[in-house]
């Protein structure tokens, strides 16, 4: 996935810069971020995050850098943020996307000779570099950045810093959040909005889809209305943001909390009590635990003091390990108990098979796997919810090749994503057998939607029904 945040403000601002961009850490493994502008032009850092985190690799070098605007990034891939020499004049640039044509746009740039791009040493190109060119095909920043919306098969949301101002963009679909903040002399800009709560700004307006504005520290002025069709991620409220975040009115910890009563209510299972697994599946666990009035408890703990998220490894073998070293079991709340275990969903299913063996060996009795969305049966186009080569990675459609003997169509697919179709029964069951669940049942699509609040046909449910 990944993160931004921009001020723009009278006074330096890269207190607020450095705090707010830190504030986005669980986003991002990769690289961090930042560049200001101010008297002396743009000034900019870019440091690994992969072994240590964003505030100890930027804490002394901030100390430096001085400036009345600037942005930042935590990021899972690219390094950013750039600066971009153009007709345009110089800009710093960042974005959150997922760029599904990059092959195609590339060799369309290259052929009119408009652009040529550096390879990171993944051999691939730097999106934000692709989205930049795509700008810079264009007469003016507005309709440059209107056109990379338009142009990107995906999602892109971005900040753009230039002299005069942060223009900020959501993605047309408005795939990802893009929300400003105001305070005495500043605005700022941010993906996740309890990033600037603790800093002294207060709510002023989320960015509608497709909505493009430029930020100064008086105003904050749209150059482009929103559109009318809206796709939100909801695994933005499952998963991805944080608990102390809200996206379209509607707080993640709340929906947590009415997504896991949801699944208690349809649910059938007797058990001693109620866990959750940190982080993202403990709000859940607290909602299911109050509906179904069995006792919530927390028989395993992450050890975060030095494995908090960020150092996760994009390796995945040494990303299970490192998530099996840090849970640490409580044996007094384990031993002899039937568990009703949620966590936010099944992807591989390697982390959650081990973290079910591990409640075994400290002595379970029963584990019953409550995830908290339904079963992911398409990997996602449209953010970076996971890095897999293929679908494949799923456990869900290696299950349906087996079953299917390796005849999967989209018909095929569209009963194994249907909840009340005998083809989902066998699905889960096999599963559940693979996983060795005492008993598995995924929340409902229907009721997890209910939990946002929103429209159904506002939000993006691809990964769960194929439907965009």
Known sequence: MGGFFGVAAKEN???????GTDYHSHLGTRRGGLVVYGESGFNRAIHNIENSPFRTKFDSEVRDMDGYMGIGSISDYEPQPLVIHSHHG????????KINNSEELTKDLIDRGLSHFMEMSSGEINSTELIAALINTKDNLIDGISY????????????????????????RQG????????????????????AYKNLGYSDYKELGPGEIVC?????????????????IC?????YYGYPSSSYEGMSVERMRYENGAS???????????????????????????????????????????????????????????????????VEE????????????????????????EFLYKSGAKEVHVRPACPPLVYGCKYLNFSRSKSEMDLITRRVIERLEGGNVTEEVLKKYADPDTEEYAAMVEEIRKEMNFTSLRYARLDDMLDATGLDHDRLCTFCWNGRE
């Not at 110089?90 to 996307?97: E, F, G, L, R």
């Not at 384990?334 to 299913?349: A, E």
């Open 215 to 231: 930020v100064t520290d008086s105003n904050c002025i749209t150059l482009k209305a929103p559109g009318d069709k809206m796709k």
């Open 13 to 19: 601002c890269i207190f607020d810069l450095f705090f």
């Open 333 to 356: 709340l384990i031993r002899g108990r039937s568990i009703i275990l949620i966590d936010d969903s099944i992807v591989r299913g390697t982390q959650l098979r081990e973290t079910t």
């Open 263 to 329: 699944m208690a209510k349809r649910d059938d299972v007797r058990a001693d009590i109620v866990a959750g697994v940190p982080d993202s599946g403990t709000a859940h666990a607290v909602g299911y635990a109050n509906a179904s009035g069995i006792p919530f408890s927390r028989p395993f703990i992450k050890y975060t003091p030095t494995w908090p998220r960020s150092f996760m490894p994009t390796i995945q073998s040494k990303r299970d390990l490192i998530a099996k070293m840090k849970l640490l079991a």
């Open 234 to 238: 909801t695994f933005l409220w499952v």
């Open 90 to 97: 110089t800009y710093a640039i960042v974005s959150v996307s």
């Open 175 to 194: 795939r990802t959040p893009v929300i400003i903040g105001k305070k005495d002399d500043a605005f700022c800009v941010t993906f996740e909005n309890f």
């Open 148 to 171: 990379a919306l338009e142009a990107v098969e995906g999602s892109v949301s971005l900040l753009l810093l230039t002299p005069k101002g942060i223009y900020a963009a959501r993605d």
